[in-house]
């Protein structure tokens, strides 16, 4: 079973600043398998990016997914009030990784 | 619209089983599969597994293996998720969501909640 460990555990950044979100897997991953969601407290998850880097629909083009094999990366440009949440990764049909919480610095 | 809608909330007592239901609606239920997957209070999010509602194919993980069942009812577009030997470390809300490759829709989710 694929094992995903993200860093950090906590990013406590400011509005406008860009934060760089890294997911590393055990193993390597199928990069059309590569998925990022954001999760907000109370919320079920929403999908951002898939394919490892193919924006979902409705999603600005201010977050981007990028990396290949073992390395995934989810950058978000310039960071709005609303984009602090915690961020997972998952490689479909495996367990998520633990998560990145974005904070507000 | 694609909707997952979710059974309602529960309280087991432990060594207890839960089945949480799903039902899907907006889109053809046996051309994705769903996956579940769980969250304790803030803790991350936990994949339990997947199923295709087409051939009731299942796979999941590693930790639930032995211990979750996962069916479907295809006349009636819903899935069903049975977990058994209940302990307080399950209590947890539940989601079902729609995936083929990647999630893009999610119930509203069920709390199971497991005490003496």
């Known amino acids: 079973e694929i094992v995903l460990t993200q860093s950090p555990g906590t990013l406590s950044l400011s509005p406008g600043e860009r934060a760089t979100l890294s997911c590393r897997a055990s193993q390597s991953v199928s990069s059309s398998y590569l998925a990022w969601y954001q999760q907000k407290p109370g919320q079920a998850p929403r999908l951002l990016i898939y394919?490892?880097?193919s924006r979902a629909t409705g999603i600005p083009d201010r977050f981007s997914g990028s990396g290949s094999g073992t390395d995934f990366t989810l950058t978000i440009s310039r960071l709005e009030p609303e984009d602090f949440a915690v961020y997972y990764c998952q490689q479909y049909g495996s367990p998520f990784g633990g998560g990145t919480k974005v904070e507000i610095k | 619209q694609v909707q997952l809608v979710q059974s309602g909330a529960e309280v087991k007592k432990p060594g207890a089983s839960v089945k949480v239901s799903c039902k899907a609606s907006g889109y053809t239920f046996t051309s994705y599969d769903i996956n579940w997957v769980r969250q304790a209070t803030g803790q991350g999010l936990e994949w339990m597994g997947w199923?295709?509602?087409?051939?009731?194919?299942?796979g999941y993980a590693q930790k639930f293996q032995g211990r979750v069942t996962m069916t479907r009812n295809t006349s009636i577009s819903t899935a069903y998720m049975e977990l058994s030997s209940l302990r307080s470390e399950d209590t947890a809300v539940y989601y079902c969501?729609?995936?083929?490759?990647?999630?893009?829709?999610w119930g509203q989710g069920t709390l199971v909640t497991v005490s003496s």
């Open positions: 394919g490892a880097s």
């Open positions: 969501a729609r995936g083929r490759y990647l999630v893009d829709y």
């Open positions: 199923m295709n509602p087409n051939s009731g194919n299942t």
